[in-house]
Structure formats: structure tokens, C-alpha cells
């Protein structure tokens, strides 16, 4: 069908350009008014022959002239905003579009696979420990410097620098050689276990074998060594200052307000996008942004944990609205109870059990979360590698009397003499907050104890979380992965981790299967026996998976949003950055124009 | 006069003092700090890096005295939440923003309350008194974030006269200051009515009556002048929280103003944005207050300024 | 003033008893006579008696949640829908009564208990005294109030009790400035000059014509004082601060509710009403008392 109808579109736009030029050059040749005139009909003539954008990227024939491929995204308020570089603060990028600047060693596609990125090529020697990375030759800074070996070693060491204090230090812990040592200080960054061994060629040494390295790179995206060195980490905040080496390069941010990215067009790399320019706007109240969305002010929202079950059922009940609503499965992030097993009450597995069985997940479920999750009994979601859920089905389920049986065994009869709770929440949005107020309330009618909710400020809650030791005894928090193994998210639980629960057999299990190299059936089993331990001890009570659900308009399109191998069709995590090859999938279509006005 | 703006002076360095001991005591004292440890604490020697780096770690007494040795220089620090300006640059870039909306909220809230009320007083009893009566209690009763997220949905998703929010063009000054100026237009409305309602009743405006004067001329030269002074004690206080902004109208309205620093500054320990912002506010509700009580003395020639001060 | 002078006054007003009983009297009177004030009169009353006997009135437990019926809209068993987990609206507004009228009375007690001694001080004694006490409300009002009010709750943690100590440390400065400022303003007037010429002493003429005086303004003042320490906060709850769930208050319903309205309206119209009768019962009822003191004073 197509090849048919583009030569017609094509002569028939040729004969109408042919007209418009006449009528430009009668016009120019009469008034001097006529240079307007030219102007405005040189954009009707474009689409004659296929577009080809800065970067040599070819339009499919739907999409929309190049002066309108622009994606507008909205970023939290709130939070504070200070970098665009996840190197130099991970939890200082509100949720904006971030990390565009350079490319990290491996991205993921839409099916969570780990492909070449500013890498081309990877390998590991016999012993597990030795991986050398080949960086494209081909990469340039926009400055006319190339992409080498020593910005990416710089960036890692930047990163490992105590004096940094970078909030994502513990990622690369235990990993990467003598990188704990150098973030507590007691070797210098220069010997951490990143090394050039020549300009395009970058060598990692693990303190273990460490099979999910390659996973884990996804957060590599490097800082200009010079401009590190001239600037500071924070030389992207400013468009005078920043330097690109990736798909895009900053032209404004103007604080408190908005930031404009625009195509690099001295990009080298392979991640090369369609859209030309990207406007993130900042949008203070997360209840905005679906009134935002509906007056065409922005052309995505993310849904998890923002949008409010009112939001939902508006979505539900109208058909335009639900046809541009992608549910997936996000960062794979569980809800879960959790409880300080270091003191009473809590250090008690009866008390714990209890708990356990008056989590009614089939009610909370379809009346609460809705669309925005499913049940949780374990830790692991499933689609995730290692996920067991179906094992556990059965291990605490809804049970009242056993549960009051467990309390009454534990010396709580009734409840009686248990401690007044308060569960403590990490500003949580409206479906977590619905869900503790749901499980609290069944606290009190079927143990008799009596629960506060308490949703606190983000600071506040991590500080009392991280105390020594901690003053959460009570709270729903959750976790969501940061790369695609089960050794990230089993980390969480390893002694002397978030919570005050450990177990020997566990922590043996999940640092075993994490560097094992053999067999992955075997691997797998064993993170699968380290979660049965998890779940059963019942430390920590799993509620739901989220499966958040985002609005994208229909305008936006391409291979990125098309199913993927579960048929999840959605703007897939990690979202919009080099991370992933969203940024080169997705462009928008001739349909904008109805949506919104073309720029002046 | 000089002696009592100098009164007045040495008035508000105390308060200054007292206030900033006060705030710098109170946020020290709450936990955590600016550092980010928001999945995993920072080891050890980061933390300490960091304190060293901004200077926490010094004993607080030093710290005090460093930083406002610094703010009487002229500089404020550099803030923790955007730490490519400074303090002072950051103020100057919000607090305009904030200070046009809500010195149009006031533009439009006083005048406005000032007829409602007059017009409720002198029908007292009425339709139109009840009507105003009820504009005011919806003022004063219905949140302004309430309101907010009512117009914007009307205005903007309904009706789409106006954009949901922003900033730029006179688009976006509608919605804010329109939520914006109902308080205050309510209590304006309410303590107008009150008080020209007792002055009505007061003997000196008997006294005029007897003498003969007209309903108008004691409106104007007593009444009205007199209802004034409960209206500056109530309304003076709200200028300053009015022009230094609000999170719960800029954050609804994306307006980028000097309001939502009030609450970030706190959620993100942001000491120098703290100390400064209360400097500031404690500047600004100087100023009116020193306005106010001249004000005082042209309404009310009884109330002499040295009288305030003995 | 020291201690003695205010002993000395407090002699006074027992001396003055039988007076004061007629004047009581004849407010009362005129009181009974205003419909308006009767009005306020009864929904205050209601308010209070719903406040106390809320336990028997509420058809359910505030915190009794029932997920499977969540988010529904009003109907015979739930006369005002239920909330996001399935618990009884109507039941959280009756108990919400009593939570909401604690943290507005109890802000409001606490800025009179702390404003009306402070600005009686200040303006009746001047000098150095009410220096001072000028200066403790400029500390005050120069501290931003959300501001301390976020502090405070940082520093000593959430809860029903701190929300209202975090309120009421700022609540008093309107009590107090308006107390010292209609003092000021009525040492003036013909009929204290009047009562000075004949030859009263300042502590009478403060007790039998500038007190009674300033009575008015004050009551418009705490009306005014109650819905807004309710509203403030309502004002926390938005930010996430303040009262912990499940006890239920109107103004976290209001906060809670703005995510929710847009669909289910009743989880925001009926604690926006709740407040909006408070409000108008307590003016009613202030107006009414400030008119009935009003005119029996001016006799």
C-alpha cells in the first residue's frame, strides 16, 4: 500500500509547490510585504521528498515536519533539581528527561535486553574478574574533542570520590575493586578498578566474579573529563558550560520553569533520535498533570504513583482517554510491609506470622491499586529473572483465625498489651497511603491493634530509616530495580542493608548466586531458595507489584511503543535517555497538529 | 519622628537577632541533613567530607556567627537546592514572580472587600448583606488549593479560556490571583462591615449626627476612617505571607515564585535558603509594619507614633 | 503593670459584680432577641454536642474500612459515600467534630490564653512593658508562620497535639496586637476622657470602660481564629504534614480529598461543608454576642 500512495502524495504536493512558487515570486516581485508570504508557504512545501533530520535520520512518511518533533514532558516541582547527570547526583534529577549528554557503555531495548551502547564490543577473561570494554572510536564531544577511555575512567572515579559524597556510591560497593575502600577513604580513587588501557579501550576489575556487570553499566553515562576538571560535576546545569557527546545537547534551563534539550547535531553515536527538540516542563502538584495532559500542555505522564484512583476511573470511563493509557511493569517495584525484627514485638516470627494473614490482597487489590499493580507474595515480580510468585501463593494467606490464634499465641490475646503502632510512610502518593490505611485498619479490626499512618516528608523518613538503630518499626515502602538481575533486588535485604532483618543462610545464598558463573538454572534456584527464606520469615509482608500505567498522546509514535515480547506495549523503564533505545523509537506524527499549534 | 523611627530601628534589630537565633537553633534541630541518602547512607567519610565541605561540622555557635557575618556582607550562601546561583540570585529571580501576583491579589482583594463590606453595612439585614456575607464565608471557608483545583479544571480543562498554569504571558497572572485574593478580599469584607457597624454606633458619630451632618459626609470623614484601624491590624500581618508567595497556589498554578522554598527549603535541609528566607520576611514584615503604624497615625490622629513606643 | 496592680483589678471586678450582672443580663436579653445569633447559637451548640457524644451519633467506627465498598458515592447505608478505603464519610465527619473543633478551639485557647493577658499588659501598662511585649510579636510575626509551623512539626514530629502547638505559638499575635491596638485607640475616646475628668482612676476607667470595649473585636477575632486554625491545618495535610490517619480531622479530608474530587465530589464537599457551618455558626454566634455587648455598653 504505501510505496503506492507516496509517489501520488509526492506529485500531487510537487504540482502545489510549483503553484505556491509562482505565486511567491508574483508576490515578491509586487510587494514588499512578500517575504512573509515565502515563509510561510515554504513549510507546506517540505514534505515533498522523504525528511531527513540533522543527524541523517530518515521520517517515516506520517510523521510531522521537523519543526514540530517536539516531545513535552513534565518533571516534578517539588524535588530538588540540580544536575541532568546521574554521575553526579541520581536523586537531584526530579524525574526529568536526564543522562542525553553522553552515552552510557550498554543500553536496554524494549524486551530488557543489554545491547551495545558507547561500547561495541565486551568481554571477560577466564578468572570472572577482568572485563574489557571496546568504545566506539567514533564518539565525539560537541566541543570537537573525542569521546576516550579516560572520561568514562574520570566519571567512575569522580563517582567513587569520598569529597563527592555522590548519592549512589553504594551501587558499584562490593563490585568494582577497591571501590568501598575508596568511598570510605582509605585508598585513593585513583585505584579503583577502572582502567584505560588505551584511548578506546576501558578495563573493569571486579572484586568478584560479577556475571551482571555488563546489566549494571546501564549507568554509565560519562562526564567530560575536562570539563569535570574546568567546571566542576555540575558544568551540564549551565547551557554555557554543558558539553554533549550524545543524542542531544541543552539549550535552556530556566530554573523552576523548564528545560530545552535540541538534537546534537555533531552526535556520532548510534542511539539517533527523531525528535528534534525536547521542552521539559515543570509541573509542582502531581494532582496537575493529568488536567495539564487534557488541556495538550504536556504529552506524557507517568503513572507511577501519580496518578490518584480518581485520575483512573476518569481514564476508565472515557474511551479517548483510555486508548492513550499504556500499563507496564515500570522498574518491576514490589510494595511491602516491613518490620524492625530487632525489637519487640516485631523480633517475634509469631507476631510476624500474624501480621502476615490479615493482609487481605484480594479485596485491597481490585478496590484500591486497581490497575496499578497486582498481588504481591513475594518479592520478585514476575516477568523479572528468578520471579517464584506462584510458590508462594500459599505461604501467609488470608487467614483471620490463624492469625488470631498466631497474635494470641505470642502473648497478645486479642490484642491486648500490644504496643500502639505508628507505620510510617515515605511520602507516598494516593494508591500507597489508601493501601497502609487498608491494612491498618484491618490491624485493628482483626488483632485489635491499634495503627497510626503517618506519611512522611522524604528526608525525614529515610533519615529515621537509615538511624542506627532505625526508629521505623512499622512502614509500607518499596523497591523497584535498578538492573535487570535478581542480585540487585535480593541485595536490598543482605545484612546490614536497608532493614534490620538478617539471616546468615540468606546472605550466603543471594552473594553466592550473585557471582556464580555456572549453570543459570542453578543460579536461578538459588536465588529462588534465598527468597523462600525471605518470605517465610516474615521480616517483610509483600503487597503488590506496581504496573503503573502512563498517558502518552496518540501522536506519539514508533517501534518503541509497539509490543514487546509480553505485549506490553509502553513507554518501557528506563525511559527517555541513553540508557535505552526509546530515544531513537519514537517520533511524532502529522496527528500533533490537531493537538496543538506548530511553533511560530 | 526621629526619634521614633530610630526607636523603631533599634525595635527590629532585636527582633532580627532573637528571630534569627531562633530559626537557626530550630533547624539544626531537625534531623538528618542536606546530604542525600535517599536509598542507602552515604559511608562515613562522604558524610564528613560533606559537613566539611559546607562547613557543618564546626561547632553551631561558629557557624552562626560565619553566616551572618557573611549575610551583613551581602552574601547569603549558596543553596543546597540549586547550587549554581546563589542565594541572593535565587531570591531575586523568585520573589518578583511572587510579589506581582500577590500584590495584585491585593490590588484587586482590598478595594473589592472594602465595597462589599461598606455595601453589607449599609444595607445590614439585607439581601445584599447576606450575599456579601456568604462570598466572604466561601472565602474564608473553602481552601485556596481547593479553589485552585476547581478553576483550573473549569477554566482550563472545560472551558480551555486559559492555560492550567505556567508562566509568561497575562494568561497565567488570572487563576492565581484570582485564588489568591478571595481570603483576603473575605476579610476584608467581614472586618469592614464590623467595624463600620460599631463606629456607626459610637457616640462621637451620634455626636456628628446630632450636629447635623449628612449621612455621607459622616460616612466619609468618620466612620469610614474610623472602621479603618481594625482593618490594618487584621490586613498588615497578611501582606508580607501575600508577596513572599505561597506553596499552595504556585505549586497548583506552576508559578515560579518564591513560595514553594518555604516548605523545599526545610523538606531539603537547605540551611543558607532558610536563614535567608526568614531575613527576608522579617525584612519585608518590617517594612509594612513600620507603614502600618504611620498609617495608623493618618487614620487615627489620637494615635500618636511615640505613643506606640512608650 | 506588676503584679499588684493586676490584683488590684482583679478586687475590682469582684467589687464590680453586681453591675457586671446587669450588664449580662441586658446582653442576654438583647441577645435572645437576635435571630441571626440564636442561630449561631444552636449550631454551635450542635457542633459541640456532636463533638461529645460523637461515639453514639456516627453510624460506624471512624476507622472501620471496608476496601470492597471503597470510593462509593452517598446512598442510604453510607449518607455521605465512603472514602478511599471503604470507611463511612458521614461517620469520619461526626467524629471529625470532635477532632477538627479540638485543634480550632484548642489553637484558638491557646492564642487567647496567651494574647489577651500580653495585650491587656501592653496596653494598659506601656512603658517598657508593653516594649517588650511589642517585641515578643514582632519575633513572632516576623517568623514566617508555615514556615515555623513546618519546623516545629520537623523537630518534634506530627501528631494531634504538636499540630496544635505549632499553630497556636503564632495564633496569639492577632489577639494581642488587637487588644493593645483598641486599647490605644479607646484611652482616647470622649467617654474615657470624660470618665478621666470626673475624676476616675486609670485602673477603673480600664475596667468599667476600656475592657468591656475591647470585648468585641476579640470574639470577631476568635470567630474568625477557629475555621482557620482548621483550614491551616488543612493546609499541612496538603504539604503531608499533620494529623496521622485514621483519626479523622476536616481539613486532612479536604487535603486528602484533592486527588480524589475530581470523580467522587463528596470526599471534598462534605468536610468543605463540615468547616464552612463551623464557620458560619461561630460568626453568627460572635456577631450576635458582640452586638448584644455592644449595645448594652452604649447605654
Known amino acids: 500500500m504505501q510505496p503506492k500512495t507516496i509517489p501520488l502524495a509526492a506529485k500531487r504536493t510537487s504540482t502545489w509547490m510549483a503553484l505556491f512558487l509562482i505565486v511567491a515570486l508574483l508576490l515578491q516581485a509586487c510587494a514588499p510585504a512578500a517575504p512573509g508570504g515565502v515563509e510561510s508557504a515554504a513549510p507546506e512545501a517540505a514534505p515533498a521528498g522523504p525528511v531527513v533530520n540533522a543527524l541523517g535520520k530518515e521520517l517515516p512518511p506520517d510523521a510531522a515536519p521537523l519543526d514540530q518533533q517536539v516531545l513535552i514532558y513534565p518533571y516534578s516541582g517539588w524535588r530538588t ?55 566506539d572510536p567514533n564518539l565525539m564531544w560537541n566541543d570537537g574533542t573525542p569521546v576516550t577511555a579516560d572520561d568514562y575512567v574520570a566519571t567512575f572515579r569522580y563517582g567513587a570520590d569520598p569529597t563527592h559524597a555522590w548519592d549512589f556510591s553504594w551501587y558499584y560497593q562490593g563490585v568494582i575493586k577497591n571501590w568501598t575502600q575508596a568511598v570510605n577513604g582509605e585508598v585513593p580513587v585513583e585505584e579503583i578498578g577502572v582502567r584505560a588501557v588505551d584511548a578506546h579501550t576501558l578495563e573493569f576489575t571486579t572484586e568478584m566474579p560479577a556475571p551482571y556487570l555488563p546489566a549494571m553499566l546501564l549507568y554509565s553515562a560519562p562526564l567530560q573529563k575536562k570539563a569535570l576538571e574546568t567546571h566542576g560535576g555540575l558544568y551540564n546545569s549551565n547551557p554555557a558550560t554543558s558539553v554533549s557527546s550524545g543524542p542531544y545537547k541543552l539549550v535552556e534551563w530556566t530554573k523552576d520553569q523548564r528545560l530545552v534539550y535540541e538534537i546534537n547535531p555533531d552526535y556520532k553515536g548510534t542511539n539517533i533520535p527523531y525528535i528534534q527538540r525536547l521542552v521539559v516542563v515543570a509541573i509542582g502538584q502531581p494532582s496537575q498533570l493529568l488536567p495539564a495532559y487534557e488541556a495538550n500542555e504536556i504529552d506524557f505522564v507517568w503513572g507511577s504513583g501519580t496518578l490518584s484512583p480518581a485520575d483512573l476511573e476518569l481514564i476508565e470511563n472515557d474511551p479517548e482517554l483510555s486508548a492513550q493509557y499504556h500499563p507496564h511493569y515500570g522498574d518491576f517495584r514490589t510494595y511491602y510491609f516491613a518490620f524492625d525484627v530487632s525489637k519487640p514485638p516485631f523480633d517475634n516470627l509469631l507476631v510476624r506470622q500474624a501480621f502476615a494473614h490479615v493482609l487481605d490482597r484480594d479485596t485491597i487489590l481490585p478496590n484500591i491499586v486497581k490497575r496499578q499493580g497486582i498481588p504481591a507474595y513475594s518479592f520478585l515480580m514476575p516477568g523479572f529473572p528468578a520471579s517464584n510468585s506462584e510458590a508462594f501463593k500459599d505461604t501467609y494467606p488470608y487467614d483471620v483465625e490463624k492469625a488470631k490464634q498466631l497474635l494470641a499465641e505470642a502473648g497478645y490475646p486479642n490484642g491486648e498489651g500490644f504496643p500502639k503502632l505508628v507505620m510510617k510512610l515515605r511520602a507516598e502518593g494516593p494508591t500507597p497511603v489508601a493501601v497502609a490505611q487498608a491494612y491498618a485498619a484491618a490491624l485493628k479490626e482483626h488483632l485489635g491493634v491499634e495503627v497510626e499512618v503517618s506519611n512522611m516528608d522524604f528526608k525525614s523518613y529515610m533519615d529515621e530509616l537509615n538511624a542506627k538503630p532505625t526508629q521505623v518499626q512499622f512502614t509500607l515502602i518499596s523497591y523497584g530495580m535498578d538492573y535487570l538481575d535478581p542480585s540487585n533486588m535480593l541485595g536490598v535485604f543482605l545484612s546490614g542493608g536497608r532493614h534490620p532483618w538478617s539471616n546468615a543462610e540468606y546472605d550466603r545464598l543471594v552473594k553466592e548466586a550473585s557471582s556464580f558463573t555456572g549453570d543459570p538454572a542453578e543460579r536461578t534456584r538459588m536465588f529462588q531458595e534465598a527468597e523462600k527464606i525471605l518470605v517465610e520469615d516474615a521480616a517483610f509482608v509483600f503487597v503488590y507489584h506496581q504496573t503503573p500505567g502512563d498517558l502518552i498522546k496518540p501522536f506519539i509514535k514508533g517501534p518503541a511503543l509497539e509490543p514487546d515480547n509480553n505485549g506490553v506495549a509502553a513507554w518501557h523503564w528506563p525511559g527517555f535517555s541513553t540508557f535505552s533505545d526509546l530515544l531513537s523509537g519514537v517520533y511524532i506524527t502529522k496527528d500533533v497538529a490537531n493537538y496543538r499549534q506548530p511553533p511560530q | 519622628m526621629a526619634r521614633y523611627l530610630f526607636g523603631r530601628l533599634v525595635g527590629v534589630l532585636v527582633v532580627f537577632f532573637i528571630v534569627s537565633v531562633v530559626i537557626f537553633l530550630l533547624m539544626h534541630a531537625i534531623p538528618g541533613g542536606p546530604y542525600n541518602e535517599d536509598k542507602v547512607p552515604l559511608s562515613a ?66 478595594p473589592l472587600g472594602l465595597l462589599l463590606g461598606t455595601l453589607a453595612a449599609a444595607r445590614q439585614n439585607t439581601w445584599v448583606d447576606y450575599l456579601t456575607s456568604a462570598t466572604a464565608t466561601l472565602g474564608i471557608t473553602v481552601p485556596n488549593f481547593v479553589i485552585a483545583v476547581w478553576l483550573v479544571l473549569l477554566f482550563a480543562v472545560q472551558l480551555k479560556w486559559l492555560p492550567t498554569g505556567g508562566w509568561g504571558q497575562w494568561q497565567h497572572y488570572v487563576m492565581p490571583v484570582a485564588a489568591l485574593a478571595l481570603a483576603p478580599m473575605a476579610l476584608t469584607a467581614r472586618y469592614t462591615r464590623t467595624s463600620i457597624l460599631e463606629v456607626s454606633r459610637s457616640d462621637y458619630v451620634r455626636t456628628a449626627r446630632a450636629k447635623g451632618l449628612s449621612d455621607r459626609q459622616i460616612m466619609v470623614r468618620h466612620v469610614l476612617r474610623n472602621a479603618m484601624i481594625p482593618l490594618l491590624t487584621i490586613l498588615a500581618p497578611q501582606i508580607p505571607n501575600l508577596i513572599t508567595g505561597t506553596i499552595f497556589i504556585e505549586s497548583i498554578f506552576r508559578v515560579p515564585g518564591l513560595g514553594k522554598f518555604f516548605v523545599t527549603s526545610i523538606l531539603a535541609r537547605d540551611y543558607p535558603m532558610i536563614m535567608a528566607l526568614m531575613l527576608l520576611v522579617a525584612v519585608v514584615w518590617s517594612l509594612v509594619y513600620l507603614v502600618t503604624d504611620i498609617l495608623y497615625t493618618v487614620v487615627d490622629p489620637r494615635v500618636r507614633l511615640e505613643k506606640s513606643r512608650t | 503593670m506588676s503584679t499588684s496592680t493586676l490584683a488590684s483589678v482583679q478586687s475590682r471586678q469582684l467589687q464590680d459584680l453586681p453591675k457586671q450582672r446587669t450588664l449580662l443580663g441586658d446582653a442576654a436579653r438583647r441577645f435572645a432577641r437576635n435571630k441571626l445569633a440564636l442561630l449561631g447559637l444552636a449550631m454551635v451548640s450542635i457542633l459541640l454536642l456532636t463533638a461529645i457524644f460523637a461515639d453514639f451519633i456516627a453510624p460506624y467506627p471512624y476507622d472501620a474500612a471496608n476496601p470492597a465498598k471503597a470510593l462509593q458515592f452517598p446512598s442510604r447505608e453510607h449518607w455521605m459515600g465512603t472514602d478511599e478505603v471503604g470507611r463511612d464519610v458521614y461517620s469520619r465527619i461526626i467524629y471529625g467534630t470532635r477532632i477538627s473543633l479540638t485543634v480550632g478551639v484548642g489553637v484558638m485557647a491557646m492564642a487567647l490564653l496567651i494574647g489577651i493577658p500580653l495585650g491587656l499588659l501592653a496596653g494598659l501598662a506601656g512603658g517598657a512593658v508593653d516594649y517588650f511585649i511589642m517585641r515578643l510579636v514582632e519575633v513572632f510575626t516576623a517568623v514566617p508562620a508555615l514556615m515555623l509551623a513546618l519546623l516545629l512539626l520537623s523537630v518534634f514530629g506530627g501528631g494531634l497535639f504538636n499540630v496544635i502547638l505549632a499553630l497556636g505559638v503564632v495564633a496569639w499575635l492577632d489577639a494581642c496586637r488587637l487588644l493593645r491596638a483598641q486599647l490605644l485607640s479607646l484611652r482616647e475616646r470622649d467617654f474615657v476622657l470624660a470618665a478621666r475628668m470626673l475624676g476616675a482612676t486609670s485602673t477603673r476607667i480600664a475596667v468599667r470602660h476600656l475592657l468591656p470595649n475591647t470585648v468585641a473585636p476579640l470574639i470577631v477575632a476568635a470567630t474568625i481564629g477557629i475555621p482557620t486554625a482548621i483550614f491551616a491545618e488543612a493546609g499541612l495535610s496538603f504539604l503531608g504534614l499533620g494529623i496521622n490517619d485514621p483519626i479523622p480531622s476536616w481539613g486532612k479530608m479536604v487535603g486528602n480529598a484533592l486527588s480524589y474530587m475530581r470523580v467522587y465530589w463528596h470526599l471534598g464537599v462534605f468536610p468543605t461543608l463540615a468547616i464552612a457551618i463551623t464557620m458560619l455558626g461561630f460568626t453568627f454566634f460572635g456577631d450576635g454576642l458582640r452586638d448584644a455587648f455592644d449595645a448594652s455598653m452604649n447605654r
Do not use: C, H
Request: hydrophobic share 45%; net charge negative; charged share 20%.
Open chain 1, 81 to 135: 533539581f540540580t544536575t541532568i547527570d546521574f554521575f553526579q547526583a541520581v536523586y537531584e534529577r526530579a524525574d526529568a528527561l536526564t543522562d542525553l549528554l553522553s552515552d552510557s557503555l550498554v543500553r536496554l531495548d524494549k524486551n530488557f535486553q543489554v545491547n551495545p551502547g558507547a561500547a561495541t564490543e565486551w568481554s571477560v577473561d577466564e578468572s570472572g574478574l577482568v572485563w574489557t570494554f571496546k568504545l
Open chain 2, 45 to 110: 567519610e562522604a558524610k564528613a567530607n560533606y559537613m566539611r565541605k559546607y562547613g557543618l561540622d564546626r561547632p553551631l555557635v561558629e557557624q552562626y556567627l560565619l553566616y551572618m557575618g557573611n549575610a551583613l556582607r551581602g552574601d547569603f550562601g549558596v543553596p543546597f537546592q540549586s547550587p549554581t546561583e546563589t542565594v541572593s540570585g535565587l531570591i531575586a529571580r523568585t520573589w518578583p514572580v511572587s510579589a506581582s501576583i500577590g500584590g495584585l491579589a491585593l490590588l484587586v482583594a482590598l
